[in-house]
T-cell receptor
Framework: DGGITQSPKYLFRKEGQNVTLSCEQN?????MYWYRQDPGQGLRLIYY???????QKGDIAEGYSVSREKKESFPLTVTSAQKNPTAFYLC???FGTGNYGYTFGSGTRLTVV | LAKTTQPISMDSYEGQEVNITCSHN???????ITWYQQFPSQGPRFIIQ???TKVTNEVASLFIPADRKSSTLSLPRVSLSDTAVYYC??????????FGGGTRLMVKP
C-alpha cells in the first residue's frame, strides 16, 4: 500500500542535541512538507520541497534544517538552535502545491528532556 | 492568503447531522475550499474539497454559496468516531496549506 511513513513515533532528546526525524513516501508525490503542531493549536509550516534538491522555508524555519536528496525522502533536523523543540511534527506530501489533497504521516512526538 | 474563521468547538449527539460553517470573506477567484479531519496524535486526513455550489462524497457534503464567502461542511448521522478536529482551509496553486485552530467536534452518546 502506498503511504507516508514517519519514524520514530516518539523521540526524546537532551537539550543541546540535534535530532533528525525521518519521512518517507512511496506515493510518487513531488512535493513534501514539514509541519509543527503544539498542543491545542493548528499546524505551522516549517519547510517544504516541491522537487528533489530544492526546498523552501516556511513560516517557522528557524532552528530547523532539511534535505531532499531523493524524491521519496524529506528528513527534518531539529537543531540545538531551536528554542522550544518539544512538539508534534507532521510530514505530508502531495502531487503538487496546487489544488491537490495532502497525505499526512502519523507524526513524531519530540520531547526535550 | 484568505483567512478562515470557524467555531472553536461544537457538541453533537450520535445520529445527528452536524454542520460546521467556515467564513472566508476575502477568498480569491482562484481559491479552493478544502476540509481536513484530525484525530488526536494523528496527521490530518483530507475530507472534501470544492470550488462552488455543492460537493458530496462518501464521508461528507460541502455547501458553498454563490458569493463563496463561507462554506459549510455537513457530516450526516455522526458517530462517536467522528469526534475530531475539523480544519477549513482556503488555498490555490502555489500556496501551501495554512491551518488555523480548527473546530473541535465532540460527539456524545
Amino acid at each position: 500500500d502506498g503511504g507516508i511513513t514517519q519514524s520514530p513515533k516518539y523521540l526524546f532528546r537532551k537539550e543541546g542535541q540535534n535530532v533528525t526525524l525521518s519521512c518517507e513516501q512511496n506515493l510518487n508525490h513531488d512535493a513534501m512538507y514539514w509541519y509543527r503542531q503544539d498542543p491545542g493549536q493548528g499546524l505551522r509550516l516549517i519547510y517544504y520541497s516541491q522537487i528533489v534538491n530544492d526546498f523552501q522555508k516556511g513560516d517557522i524555519a528557524e532552528g530547523y534544517s532539511v534535505s531532499r536528496e531523493k524524491k521519496e525522502s524529506f528528513p527534518l533536523t531539529v537543531t540545538s538552535a531551536q528554542k522550544n523543540p518539544t512538539a508534534f511534527y507532521l510530514c505530508a506530501s502531495s502531487f503538487g502545491t496546487g489544488n491537490y489533497g495532502y497525505t499526512f504521516g502519523s507524526g513524531t512526538r519530540l520531547t526535550v528532556v | 492568503l484568505a483567512k478562515t474563521t470557524q467555531p472553536i468547538s461544537m457538541d453533537s449527539y450520535e445520529g445527528q447531522e452536524v454542520n460546521i460553517t467556515c467564513s472566508h470573506n476575502n477568498i480569491a477567484t482562484n481559491d479552493y475550499i478544502t476540509w481536513y479531519q484530525q484525530f488526536p496524535s494523528q496527521g490530518p486526513r483530507f475530507i472534501i474539497q470544492g470550488y462552488k455550489t455543492k460537493v458530496t462524497n462518501e464521508v461528507a457534503s460541502l455547501f458553498i454559496p454563490a458569493d463563496r464567502k463561507s462554506s459549510t461542511l455537513s457530516l450526516p448521522r455522526v458517530s462517536l468516531s467522528d469526534t475530531a478536529v475539523y480544519y477549513c482551509l482556503v488555498y490555490n496553486a502555489g500556496n501551501m496549506l495554512t491551518f488555523g485552530g480548527g473546530t473541535r467536534l465532540m460527539v456524545k452518546p
